[in-house]
């Protein structure tokens, strides 16, 4: 168990949440707001399971408590490169976070507890900051950084399927 909140308990994702992960990940709108290519099939939802459990530094099923079921995952991993070039993070110690949770669980502060928890776990760990982004359509996850205080750092564009894409890149310093 990484660590448990009030209604949550996030642990290392395993080949046993495959199933779990298919039931929100293969959702057309849950997946785009991944950032994935889309996950039709239960194929296509494999190669991201399967990079997120092998390759992620640090990635952890969202466990609801009151029922058992895993609603969703939150990556913990250093921070992209171009990222830590910039001025402001040079000489500091950060971690990078990125999270999504079922549409079925939304709107009920759930994210946002295993956010917080993360966020004071990473800080008692010694990190200076945390960086997170989202892409412009995700106005939730916007909202939702800019309620725990995070603050504009930089843009980055790319294109997927011949689709300009504008990721927003968040940072929260450490009190």
């Known amino acids: 168990m990484f660590l448990e909140t009030e209604r949550l308990c996030l642990r290392k994702i395993c080949e046993a949440d495959f199933d779990a992960f298919c039931s929100y990940a293969m959702d057309d709108e849950m997946s785009r707001m991944m950032g994935n290519v889309l996950h039709h099939t239960r194929e296509d939802a494999r190669l991201t399971f399967d990079w997120l459990k ?17 609603i969703g995952h939150l990556t913990v991993c250093k921070v992209p490169a171009e990222l830590t070039e910039l001025d402001a993070l040079r000489e500091k110690e950060g971690r990078s976070m990125s999270f999504c949770i079922s ?21 008692d760990e010694g990190m200076d900051y945390v960086q997170c982004g989202y892409l412009s359509f995700n106005d939730a996850s916007s909202a939702l950084q800019k309620k725990l205080g995070f603050v504009y750092l930089t843009t980055q564009c790319f294109e997927e399927d011949g689709e300009e894409i504008i990721a927003v890149e968040n940072i929260l310093w450490k009190k």
């Open 103 to 123: 549409r079925h669980h939304r709107r009920r502060g759930l994210m946002e507890e295993a956010v917080r928890a993360v966020i004071a776990r990473l800080f």
């Open 54 to 70: 092998d390759k992620e530094e640090r990635c952890y099923v969202l466990i609801l408590k009151e029922t058992g079921t895993v």
